[in-house]
């Protein structure tokens, strides 16, 4: 897309972008990190976030808060703690793509365009939960793993919604390394976890299919190991 291309589009336009079926939607939803600065309307973030409050979570506890980030101010403070995060795990990226996986080096740009843009892109959704992370008493994993697994089926959600209605989005959690930092950014209260950020823009490119390993190749039968579906 080119800047201002969707500025005439009304929201019924873009809306009926989530009529696309749900197939193609999963098959060319993937990260899109650069996007224009033309704002997206209000409108259209909150329908995504709508449609991502139809997932499942825990209990039916529905125990998210999403903070929509417009300010720069605020953008700008995210995104020094993106680059602080990134100059570490960008290097270390770095030397094991050039090491071991070079088609690596085309994200590793692409997440760098992003941390150097951050305050840039026009909305980011801050995904949050509610309750506390570990009472004192020990817990199995599975409990956190429960945690967290109330809020990515409503993120999956929202990387969807967002594919439908055309906007470019991605999934990130670099920004949020420090939950100190994240939580006196955005006012947070103690009881508040901020679990990962979805960055929203009209994209600069175009969707694009992804690359994932053989689903046989990640699918064991009974018992783990026995990968009866391989050719
Ligand atoms: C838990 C999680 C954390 C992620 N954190 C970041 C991040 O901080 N920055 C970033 O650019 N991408 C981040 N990603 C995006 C992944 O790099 C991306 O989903 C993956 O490379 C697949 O991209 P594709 O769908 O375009 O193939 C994260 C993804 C997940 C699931």
Known sequence: MTP???????????????????????????AVRRVLPDPVDDDIVL????????????????NWEFVVVKDRA?????????????KLYGGLGRAYATRKRPEMEKVLR????????????????VCCLRGNKLPLVPLPPIAESSYYGSIYPSVQNLLLAARGMGLGASLI????????AARS?????????PCCIVPLGWPRGRY??????????????DRYGNRAWRE
Request: aromatic residues 6%.
């Open 4 to 30: 201002g291309e969707n500025k005439d589009r009304t929201f019924a336009d873009v809306a009926a972008g989530l009529d696309m079926p749900l197939q193609e939607a999963m098959l060319t939803q993937r």
């Open 208 to 221: 694009g299919s992804t690359t994932r390993k053989p689903v046989r190749d990640v699918t064991h039968l």
């Open 173 to 180: 959690t670099l920004p949020l390394w420090s939950t100190t």
């Open 185 to 193: 950014i955005l006012h947070l209260p103690l009881s508040v976890n």
């Open 74 to 86: 605020v953008k700008e403070k995210l995104g020094s703690q993106y680059a602080r995060a990134w």
């Open 110 to 125: 692409a997440v760098e365009w992003q941390v150097e843009n951050f305050a840039d892109i026009p909305v980011l959704v």
């Open 47 to 62: 329908r995504c976030i709508e449609l991502a409050l139809k997932a499942p979570t825990g209990s039916n506890g529905q």
